[in-house]
């Protein structure tokens, strides 16, 4: 069964710094993996979607990158603004359609 | 483009009954999805599709029932309602060839009493 974890699950930062969050997962026979934003009582928006075969994705202020053999992928948010406060969640697309989700980073960024 | 649609928003259901969680996407989307979110359990997979007329078990299928009669729609069924089914409902889809990864709906919040 694919497992996916989150590091840390909550953090603060002030306005300004970069925000580093971490996923990883236990199967690395992903087809994809894929980030996504919560806002509170909100749906899922996604923020970048990153092959198997691809090593990193960029939009904007957003980075994230992925090392599949080691179960990883990391999102990278520079010079963060309270409107990133959210919740991020990471998941993998595995198996015969299957998404598999960790419980999320939730950040507070503060001004 | 209206993307996932989910309706109701919110719903109030007794212990016992029967209701149908609606999902329509407008996308021409082949794989589509039920998932539900509960505190700190993060989100599971309910049942899915891969196309009209096949449908599979997920993660937590228990007490649930899933048709695909068109590509548009793939209803959820609550058969008898539990408290423990209490948890807001999010279907998502996606094209077969993966460009964009999966499309989320804004979600049904069930609350069963």
């Known amino acids: 069964k694919q497992e996916v974890t989150q590091i840390p699950a909550a953090l603060s930062v002030p306005e300004g710094e970069n925000l580093v969050l971490n996923c990883s997962f236990t199967?690395?026979?992903?087809?994809?993996l894929q980030w996504f934003r919560q806002d509170p009582g909100k749906g899922l928006t996604s923020l970048l979607l990153i092959q198997s075969s691809q090593r990193e994705q960029t939009s904007g202020r957003l980075n994230a990158s992925l090392d599949k053999s080691s179960g990883r992928s990391t999102l990278y948010i520079a010079a963060s603004q309270p409107g990133d406060s959210a919740t991020y969640l990471c998941?993998?697309?595995?198996?015969?359609?299957?998404?598999?989700f960790g419980k999320g980073n939730q950040v507070v960024v503060i001004p | 483009n209206a993307g996932v649609t989910q309706t109701p928003k919110f719903q109030v259901l007794k212990t016992g009954q029967s209701m149908t969680l609606q999902c329509a996407q407008d996308?021409?989307?082949?794989?589509m999805s039920w998932y539900r979110q509960d505190p700190g359990m993060g989100l599971r997979l309910i049942h899915y599709?891969?196309?009209?007329?096949?449908?599979d078990q997920g993660e937590v299928p228990n007490g649930y029932n899933v048709s695909r009669s068109t590509t548009e729609d793939f209803p959820l069924r609550l058969l008898s309602a539990a408290p423990s089914q209490t948890s807001v409902y999010f279907c998502?889809?996606?094209?077969?060839?993966?460009?964009?990864?999966?499309?989320f709906g804004s979600g049904t919040r069930l609350t069963v009493v």
């Open positions: 199967d690395s026979a992903i087809y994809n």
């Open positions: 996308m021409n989307h082949e794989y």
């Open positions: 998941a993998v697309l595995y198996g015969n359609n299957r998404l598999a």
């Open positions: 599709s891969v196309g009209a007329g096949i449908t």
């Open positions: 998502a889809s996606r094209n077969y060839l993966d460009r964009d990864g999966y499309t």
